[in-house]
């Protein structure tokens, strides 16, 4: 079957507006995780969901970041007031039910701020 | 705060020769993970380790594991040009299951 999609998998924007950035899980994955990653650097967790459970929200770095996830499928990220700091890729990954069984990634989306 | 921190971070190498990248972590963990990651993709899963584990191989691939001195090692034998890639772990552990990784190593295989 079809791997996590990401959507777009480039975003160039201007400083201060807002994006969505969208993830379609692997069909039946109940968790689903987003990170981001800065040029050159490690991925840094931002949220995790699992199931209906109310989802970790301890890595989001501001409250300009949040995200849901409707129907326990499709997951948006959304960053208000955007800033230059913002600019990194944002990855998706899904796995099967729990926290410690192998996650699927998607291509990440590539966001630019001017 | 980052919990996996891998060494070394660029390593390069012959095709033929074994590559070896190690991987610290700083608090109790349930499972560690290897993935890789080719340039401007997303990541793939290579292979898991448990804690109560110490040591796994796959293919090519041997991971070990010492939860006293909580570090990790990846060997990749045989090295090919295409193992050229990012390899990241992740430290899965604690009771917020805490989801980290480290910088990366920079694997260059010349062939």
């Known amino acids: 079957g079809a791997g996590v999609s990401q959507s777009p998998s480039n975003k160039v924007t201007e400083k201060g507006k807002d994006v969505e950035l969208r993830c379609d899980p692997i069909?039946?994955?109940?968790?689903l995780y987003w990170y981001r990653q800065s040029l050159g650097q490690g991925l840094e967790f931002l949220i995790y969901?699992?199931?209906?459970?109310?989802?970790?929200k301890s890595g989001l770095p501001s409250d300009r970041f949040s995200a849901e996830r409707t129907g326990g499928s499709v997951s948006t990220l959304t960053i208000q007031r955007t800033q230059q700091e913002d600019s990194a890729v944002y990855l998706c990954?899904?796995?099967?039910?729990?926290?410690?069984?192998?996650?699927?990634f998607g291509d990440g989306t590539r966001l630019s701020i001017l | 705060s980052q919990q996996g921190e891998e060494d070394p971070q660029a390593l390069s190498i012959q095709e033929g020769e074994n590559a070896t990248m190690n991987c610290s972590y700083k608090?109790?963990?349930?499972?560690l993970q290897w993935y890789r990651q080719n340039s401007g993709r997303g990541l793939v899963h290579l292979i898991l380790?448990?804690?109560?584990?110490r040591e796994k191989h796959s293919g090519r691939l041997r991971v070990t594991l010492d939860t006293s001195k909580k570090s990790s090692s990846l060997l990749i034998t045989a090295s090919r040009a295409a193992d050229t890639a990012s390899y990241f772990c992740?430290?899965?552990?604690?009771?917020?299951?805490?989801?980290?990784f480290g910088k990366g190593t920079l694997l260059t295989v010349n062939p």
């Open positions: 990954a899904s796995s099967l039910v729990a926290v410690d069984q192998p996650q699927h």
């Open positions: 069909s039946g994955h109940t968790a």
């Open positions: 969901f699992q199931g209906n459970s109310a989802p970790d």
């Open positions: 608090t109790s963990i349930n499972n």
């Open positions: 380790i448990r804690s109560n584990e």
């Open positions: 992740e430290g899965i552990g604690g009771s917020n299951y805490k989801l980290t």
